[in-house]
């Protein structure tokens, strides 16, 4: 019979128990080693790239994981987040080591310029008209002085305002935390103020504005407003073309009747109407600039 242990089997059980032991010394050793990894920078914009390295002794996996589902398996690199947030980047080696960094991701600078907030209304209006004013941008307060009191005049955010006397007035709108007021000159003229050296498309186009907007901004109006401008201005025929910011056209009496419906609840500011006249003069088309808040 063979014997158990013969002095092979001895040496070969010895190469493994000592390749044991060396690779427990081993694995205790390099537990104790520090994460050496930065990130860089902490705080950045979107679409600008961070740099992320480990530099840490004796590592034989690396793994990177960037907050968002994205990961890399590379030392060092670059990566760049395309959304805004707090992302969590996690830095695992062995299998079993980890480092956290966080890092902050804010909006780029000029998408914070094109949130600026902005007066959306006419420059030329006529008195005891109501005048629709709309912020643009976001804030949480809002407030008005539309020049003819001196005072605070509104804290809504798309008022409405009627110049009882004639002038040239500075709108000022303050909103959350700005430390200058934004400015806008608005001229207020006599009402229906007959002037022989007026252009008579001016006049109309004044008029027209006017009486839209109020077809927006009140009830029970709309059939005077409608059949008034029809008669005066549109020989009675609905079918005249509206063009709306040079998109959506449409005939006079279905635009009309948006405005009616929907203009109230779409915060629509009918800012200028523009005419284009046939070779007999005749009105053949209204072009409109109107800004709604859906």
Request: glycine fraction near 6%; aromatic fraction near 10%.
């Amino acid at each position: 019979m063979n014997k158990l242990f013969t002095k092979g089997r001895l040496i070969v059980y010895g190469t493994m128990l000592l390749m044991v032991v060396v690779s427990i010394v081993i694995k205790s050793c390099t537990s104790d080693i520090p994460i050496r990894a930065s990130i860089s920078p902490l705080n950045v914009e979107v679409g600008t790239p961070i740099h992320y390295s480990d530099s840490t002794y004796n590592t034989s996996h690396i793994l990177w994981e960037f907050g968002n589902g994205d990961i890399s398996k590379d030392k060092s690199g670059f990566y760049t987040f395309n959304e805004t947030g707090r992302y969590q980047v996690r830095l695992i080696l062995n299998r079993e080591k980890s480092q956290c960094f966080i890092v902050n991701v804010r909006e780029r600078k000029s998408d914070r310029d094109n949130k600026m907030v902005k007066i959306k209304a006419p420059s030329k209006v006529v008195q005891n008209e109501r005048v629709a004013f709309m912020a643009v941008g976001d804030s949480d307060n809002w407030r008005w002085e539309f020049g003819e009191s001196g005072q605070v005049d509104s804290q809504e955010h798309n008022p409405i305002y009627v110049y009882s006397k004639v002038g040239v007035y500075e709108v000022k709108l303050m909103a959350g935390n700005m430390m200058y007021p934004i400015i806008h000159t608005i001229e207020v003229m006599p009402e229906f103020a007959i002037d022989e050296s007026t252009d008579v498309d001016v006049q109309a186009s004044d008029e027209f504005r006017i009486r839209l907007q109020q077809i927006v901004d009140e009830q029970n109006v709309f059939n005077e407003n409608y059949n008034y401008l029809l008669k005066r201005y549109l020989n009675k025929s609905s079918n005249v073309s509206v063009l709306i910011n040079g998109t959506n056209e449409n005939d006079f009496y279905s635009y009309c009747n948006g405005l009616k419906i929907l203009g109230k609840q779409q915060s629509t500011v009918i800012m200028d109407v523009n005419i284009e006249r046939d070779k007999s003069g005749k009105i053949k088309r209204l072009l409109v600039n109107q800004v709604s808040n859906n």
